[in-house]
């Protein structure tokens, strides 16, 4: 069974930092590209940031762009995404999701994990 765990999320103070964790099984992540996406309360998904596979190109939503950061460790079957500079508006349920190619795709995607939540608060 192909699974994707996230992990890493939870409370931070407006200004903090936190890296969020995507660690496959089941699957052999270098293959794929791979993306980030969140969604807020009432809100629908946004997509944040991206990673292709081999080529190894990083793309970010204008929301976040130089504030995260998306990396893959091929080694430890895992992608991350650190986020840094945080803002009230960045709270949400953060997914990892696996795209079908090499290439990051923008909304389609062969599956995703069952997210990790990330709230920003004073």
């Known amino acids: 069974e192909v699974q994707l765990v996230e992990s890493g999320g939870g409370l931070v103070q407006p200004g903090g930092s936190l890296r969020l964790s995507c660690t496959a099984s089941g699957i052999t992540l270098s293959n794929y590209a791979m993306s980030w996406a969140r969604q807020a309360p009432g809100k629908g998904l946004e997509w944040v940031a991206g990673i292709d596979s081999r080529a190894g190109g990083t793309y970010y939503g204008d929301s976040v762009k130089g504030r995260f950061t998306i990396s893959r460790d091929n080694a430890k079957n895992t992608v991350y995404l650190q986020l840094s500079s945080l803002k009230t508006e960045d709270t949400a349920l953060y997914y990892c999701?696996?795209?079908?190619?090499?290439?990051?795709?923008?909304?389609?995607?062969?599956?995703r994990g069952q997210g990790t939540q990330v709230t920003v608060s004073s």
């Open positions: 999701t696996q795209h079908p190619g090499d290439l990051v795709r923008w909304g389609i995607y062969d599956r």
